[in-house]
Antibody, heavy 119, light 114 residues
């Protein structure tokens, strides 16, 4: 059974940093592209970042470019999102999601981890 | 950037009736090289992550009931629930992945029981 379990969310002050993790199981992690998608409270889904299967290629939404870094450790079956210079508008539930094939639609999602940026 | 616009924002349908949600993209998401529309639909229930329903505009994900169907091409797409069940109450999102890697979602349509 495919499982994605996020962790690392919490309350952080504006300007602070946080690192999210997504532990994957039930599939061959290093065969799949992975993404982060976020959802502000009561709002819609917003794509954040993408990483290919070996970690050599990453892509970011303009809103997080230069502040967030996506990475993965295929030996640990874990996806990461390092978030720096956090702003109030980064407050959201962050989901990791598995990409089906080579097209960015998402066939499995984690339950999400809440990041709250507030003083 | 490709902007996805769904209509309506909210919809109330009686049990057993048809529900139709529309999605329009600001540019075509049809790749001429493979004749595929890079469009997916998701269902999100309160407190849960999104669930994939439809991809390539009309391919139903494994395990999704056949009352869910997707149609359309180019810039205009539709998600249809042929006979609404109580468990279908949710927010529905369309997503374009023509700009892979990277994608964008519609604003969501809240589906309720009338």
């Amino acid at each position: 059974e495919v499982q994605l379990v996020e962790s690392g969310g919490g309350l952080v002050q504006p300007g602070g940093s946080l690192r999210l993790s997504c532990a994957a199981s039930g599939f061959t992690f290093n065969n799949y592209w992975m993404d982060w998608v976020r959802q502000a409270p009561g709002k819609g889904l917003v794509w954040v970042s993408h990483i290919n299967s070996d970690g050599s290629n990453t892509t970011y939404a303009d809103s997080v470019k230069g502040r967030f870094t996506i990475s993965r450790d295929n030996a640990k079956n874990t996806l990461y999102l390092q978030m720096n210079s956090l702003r109030a508008e980064d407050t959201a539930v962050y989901y990791c999601a598995r990409v089906r094939g080579l097209a960015t639609f998402f066939d499995y999602w984690g339950q999400g981890t809440l990041v709250t940026v507030s003083s | 950037d490709i902007v996805m616009t769904q209509s309506p924002d909210s919809l109330a349908v009686s049990l057993g009736e048809r529900a139709t949600i529309n999605c329009k993209s600001s540019q075509s998401v049809l790749y001429s090289s493979n004749n595929k529309n890079y469009l997916a639909w998701y269902q999100q229930k309160p407190g849960q992550p999104p669930k994939l329903l439809i991809y390539w505009a009309s391919a139903r994900e494994y395990g999704v009931p056949d009352r869910f169907s997707g149609s359309g091409s180019g810039t205009d797409f539709t998600l249809t629930i042929s006979s609404l069940q109580a468990e279908d109450v949710a927010v529905y999102y369309c997503q374009q992945y023509y700009s892979t890697p990277g994608c964008s979602f519609g604003q969501g349509t809240n589906l309720e029981i009338k």
